[in-house]
């Protein structure tokens, strides 16, 4: 089963940037997106990205080509940028005095050619991302006068081109680079969260809660098996998603972060056997180690083979004579706001679960209002996750905040009480909870500092009558 990229309209962006005319940004067609997301591009040997009529349009899309090839570039230079750092560790490690050098373990002497090969490794299969994922350009021969003006204007390198002679956008200073390799490095500790063996105790604490909290507000029967539509924004890897369709309902995820989206796109969608890939995920950060082992400790993913588990959910769909037997599931690329805002979408879904979510909003009540509108009249909402507020603003006045986001200029941060008495609000009736659960995230077992959060838990239902 192939997870299909739904063709809709929003925005892959990076959320660092300052935004410049969103209303008009966010309506970029998804179509293009899909075009870098779908394996089946194979067989197109280049990505050809056309000039609208409309300037801002254009703009907006040659933004988009920009940015997507930039987390390309990301990907494609994490090694160098790597190795830099461990090249410096290990001038810092040789710089020690001859005694001081005497009274450490042997085997630390070795440990920085050890990680070398382990940047090697992450790199391989962030080559694959790369190989799988082609760069958005536009042929030389194919640039009009006006077109050429929009690109100089969006800083097109004019020296970098790819395998086919197509015109790539670069990312638009260092800023930019430092920030995306931040992520994919994120991305390294996110496929240990969702698609290993030992991340399955973390799941645990919080998607086998959402997903027993599911099971008993929305039973899955026969006559309902992958037909109860369940929405999951910001679902990351697609774990959660997964679990969902397998558990017997019709389930979306939605993600904005790119380095995300075309990572589990190649998990999904590859066909790989379990186990079939060895990543370092913990290299980029040697502090609070118990043990020099919990460094360079790798893992194996993915832990599970999805497609037999997707042919097993079909087979027990039918020996209980299912009314749908094939599992359904999605993910759509952009931005959940500017998605879900439309019509179609309104009173169209049976749950809404918001994992680590709702504090990705700058004004948190818009999430809230949403996520109402999107649910039917009996639809529940399963929230899990702390208040980690992502657009909280900087308080350091000495930091160039100019090419920042604006939303860190507008983010309100609410307390859980102000959350729920606006959930109350808008029409919200408490079914379970809040309650505390203590979980970790994306976090080193062999971690003295690991990322410790105690989350809020709780359950929500639109009233079937409008009060």
Known sequence: MRLPIVRDRGMIFDPHRRRRKVSLIVMVALVLICWCLLLSFAAQDRHILSLPADEETADSQLEEAEHHNSVLRCFRTYHSAMIKEVTKRQIAFDMLPTQHKARIPAPSAQKFQMMKKMVETNQRFFNLIVNANPPWGIPYESASPELASKLLRLQLAKNDTDANGLQMFTPTGETNLNEGRDKVIGTLHQIYRDWTAEGAEERSQSYGRILRELQRLKPVTPRNRNLQKVLIPGVGMGRLML??????????????????????????????????????????????????????????FPDIDINNLLDKAREQAENQ??????????????????????????????????????????????????????????????????????????????LDQSHLDSRYTESVELSLDEILYAANDIGFEMIMGPSRHICRYASSPGSMAANIYDAAFFSMRKPLRQQ
């Not at 969902?244 to 995820?253: I, N, P």
């Not at 995300?260 to 370092?280: A, D, E, R, V």
């Not at 809404?352 to 700058?362: M, P, Q, R």
């Open 243 to 300: 679990e969902s369709c397998l558990a017997g309902y019709s389930t979306q995820g939605n993600d904005f972060c790119l380095q995300f989206l075309l990572t589990s796109n190649l998990i999904f969608n590859g066909g790989f056997s379990p186990n079939k890939f060895s990543i370092f995920p913990w290299i980029d950060d040697p502090s609070n180690r118990w043990r020099l082992l919990d460094l360079v400790q790798p893992v194996r």
């Open 321 to 398: 004579g299912a009314t749908e037997i094939q599992p359904s599931m999605s993910m759509a690329a952009g931005e959940w706001l500017s998605i879900y805002s439309r019509p179609e979408h309104h009173e169209a879904w049976d749950a809404v679960i918001t994992s680590f979510f709702i504090d990705t909003a700058a004004n948190p009540i818009e999430y809230l209002e949403l996520i109402y509108k999107c649910l039917k009249p009996g639809g529940i909402w399963i929230n899990f996750g702390p208040l980690k507020y992502h657009w909280q603003r900087q308080i350091n006045p000495e």
